[in-house]
T-cell receptor, first 112, second 113 residues
């Protein structure tokens, strides 16, 4: 069945460091891929998305590229801030009648 | 624009008491609706989802049930809460339009004492 795997962390970085959170997926066909962010005590917010191979989603300095050949959708940011401390979830969906499949989440802490 | 309302924000209930959490969506019709639970420091567990009125799919056998009495209303219930029901409950909706992302409510923090 469909699944999402991501590094669980916790990941601790210093401010202005480069961030990569790996995400790989298993699915047939061409799913849509998403990154969500959850700040402490809040619900999940959509961070970025990509709907076809080689698409690059971007938002708030974060980027992720849909790589069909490696079935990956790694999240990157060139310079993290303390305010980026949160839990990040990778997710996929195949069709509008399917369930959205989430990875286990990666906790990120950015220290000054 | 579409909005999702989930309440209450926090709830403390004794073991054995009933539960009712409500979620409503505005600004869209015939959405897919979801209930997730998140235990402390853990990932998301899909509890129920619904693709239409009266259509409920259960993902995990448990002490909870869900109902969808109206197109944009989704209710999570329990007749008798257990300690293990404590957690952060999230409602979400998803348009059947292609490539639509999942939109989440702000969550309900449930503590069963």
């Amino acid at each position: 069945g469909n699944s999402v795997t991501q590094m669980e962390g916790p990941v601790t970085l210093s401010e202005e460091a480069f961030l990569t959170i790996n995400c790989t997926y298993t699915a047939t066909g061409y799913p849509s891929l998403f990154w969500y962010v959850q700040y402490p005590g809040e619900g999940l917010q959509l961070l970025l998305k990509a709907t076809k191979a080689d698409d690059k989603g971007s938002n708030k300095g974060f980027e992720a590229t849909y790589r069909k050949e490696t079935t990956s959708f790694h999240l990157e940011k060139g310079s993290v801030q303390v305010s980026d401390s949160a839990v990040y979830f990778c997710a996929l969906v195949k069709t509008s009648y399917d369930k959205v499949i989430f990875g286990p989440g990666t906790s990120l802490s950015v220290i000054p | 624009s579409q909005t999702i309302h989930q309440w209450p924000a926090t709830l403390v209930q004794p073991v054995g008491s009933p539960l009712s959490l409500e979620c409503t969506v505005e600004g869209t019709s015939n959405p897919n609706l979801y209930w997730y639970r998140q235990a402390a420091g853990r990932g998301l567990q899909l509890l129920f989802y619904s693709v239409g009125i009266g259509q409920i799919s259960s993902e995990v056998p448990q002490n909870l049930s869900a109902s969808r009495p109206q197109d944009r209303q989704f209710i999570l219930s329990s007749k008798k809460l257990l300690l293990s029901d404590s957690g952060f409950y999230l409602c979400a909706w998803y348009s059947k339009a292609y490539n639509s992302p999942l939109h989440f409510g702000n969550g309900t923090r449930l503590t069963v004492t």
